[in-house]
């Protein structure tokens, strides 16, 4: 997937532990997204940012925070790890000009299971 | 609201056949765009082809191609001779106009299954 990264790969937690998912794009894009993926379901959007320094909520944003440190990175933070959290976390950011703008790129995802 | 609905939860297909996995929206907006993304078991997110709300053709790209009727809201993707490597999970999505934030919205997915 060019151009959006993801760490962790993969993350054991026990409830309540915190943690932060970072994502970072080299596109020099201004859009940013965080989705879950649930078994047997579609993505569903967590946060997302337009611009570097805005976000704002998506569909499923409880229990989570974001950060839009600069226009590479967008963070997603688990302050208190619940069971409900255990997910598939994909970052993706749309790819720009030409034929290829409206595309959206995926990070690889982060499979985190909370115990 | 938006909403994206992928009616069939299973398909089979014997490979070099083709298939239509089905895929209807609902959105009051005139600009929006619809797309399909592959998922393989490996995980990954997979851009497959792009349709914008007023573009007159359907798209294609190589053996997919998406067959786009905006008066009936379906956007359903075409695959023809299937092969063994399209077995995977398929999610139609639709993308909201860039001045709402530009999300995704996903449907529940197809899972295809590509018979020898």
């Known amino acids: 997937n060019a151009g959006v990264t993801q760490t962790p790969k993969f993350q054991v937690l026990k409830t309540g532990q915190s943690m932060t998912l970072q994502c970072a794009q080299d596109?020099?894009?201004?859009?940013m997204y965080w989705y879950r993926q649930d078994p047997g379901m579609g993505l569903r959007l967590i946060y997302y940012?337009?611009?570097?320094?805005?976000?704002d909520k998506g569909e499923v944003p409880n229990g989570y925070n974001v950060s839009r440190l600069n226009k590479r990175e967008f963070s997603l933070r688990l302050e208190s790890a619940a069971p409900s959290q255990t997910s598939v976390y994909f970052c993706?950011?749309?790819?720009?000009?030409?034929?290829?703008?409206?595309?959206?790129?995926f990070g690889p995802g982060t499979r985190l299971t909370v115990l | 609201a938006q909403k994206i609905t992928q009616t069939q939860p299973g398909m089979f297909v014997q490979e070099k056949e083709a298939v239509t996995l089905d895929c209807t929206y609902d959105t009051s907006d005139p600009s929006y765009g619809l797309f399909w993304y592959k998922q393989p078991s490996s995980g990954e997110m997979i851009f497959l082809i792009y349709?914008?709300?007023?573009?007159?053709q359907n798209a294609t790209e190589g053996r997919y191609s998406l067959n786009f009727q905006k008066a009936r809201k379906s956007a359903n993707l075409v695959i023809s001779a299937s092969q063994l490597g399209d077995s995977a999970m398929y999610f139609c999505a639709m993308r909201e106009p860039y001045n709402q934030g530009g999300k995704l919205i996903f449907g529940q997915g197809t899972e295809l299954s590509v018979k020898p």
């Open positions: 596109m020099n894009h201004n859009s």
């Open positions: 349709q914008g709300s007023y573009d007159q």
């Open positions: 993706a950011s749309p790819l720009s000009g030409s034929v290829a703008y409206n595309e959206q790129f």
């Open positions: 940012s337009a611009s570097e320094g805005t976000t």
